[in-house]
């Protein structure tokens, strides 16, 4: 398995650079009409992990996805066969914010393209995380920060909705901005959260939580069965709340 290293965090808004063979389960999800700039994560050859909200509006047709590539380049374009997903709409910041993206025909794996498994557990408050992306920011260089989980009774200070399907960051001078929703949260080569809208540096931030869609994600995994070693699928409040 492959694991990336962590060079350093500016201060500010700004986090640091990086490179796809550092995080080569990423890659871009962009709806061309209307317009959406998305991240996601690649579970298998044909599988992608991302947020509901991401392709929720948007034809198959106007979903790209851009695998091992660090520019907006369409010659690496894959072509989609199905979209599933779990949306509330409006109260996805409470309620359910979650998609799966099959793809026609089989990613070859390299440097830059490689699968994450999903989360396996529940980690401790206090265990460091890592979230990775494009955004919409120019020059629109691939960027990382360091998070820490935290408990979703704290988050609710700032986001007074119910919260026992999502996960909860503290606030950091670093953050995830627009165009990175449906990107990861990175525990252990896990993928544990996904990110949601854009976040205010110095404020908590919430993400979808998951472990609790392990069933649904497993259930709609793209043609090949997802082998990895898993616990049941529970939707009671966790140790994050």
Known sequence: MWYFTLLFVTSGVYTAQTTLSQFPYLVRIQCTDPKVICAGSLLN????????????????????????????????REEISKVTQLYDGRNSLSGDDIAIICLKSRLQYSER????????????????GVISGWGRALPN????????????????????????????????????????DGGPLVVENEVVGLILGKGSDYTPRLY?????????IKENMCNIPYNQNSAQHNTTLSTYQ
């Open 208 to 216: 979808v939580d998951v472990y609790l869609y392990r069933n649904f």
């Open 113 to 128: 393209i490689q699968p994450i498994s999903i989360a396996s557990r529940r980690y401790p408050l206090g265990t460091q």
């Open 141 to 180: 260089t691939l960027r990382y920060t360091k998070v820490k989980l935290v408990s979703n009774r704290y988050c609710k200070y700032f986001y007074p909705v119910p919260h026992e399907k999502k996960i909860c960051t503290a606030e950091s001078s670093t953050s995830a901005h627009m165009g990175n």
């Open 45 to 76: 050859e044909e599988t992608i992990l991302t947020a509901g909200r991401c392709v929720a509006n948007c034809p198959t047709e106007n979903i790209v996805v851009i695998a091992g590539s660090e520019e907006y380049d369409l010659n690496f």
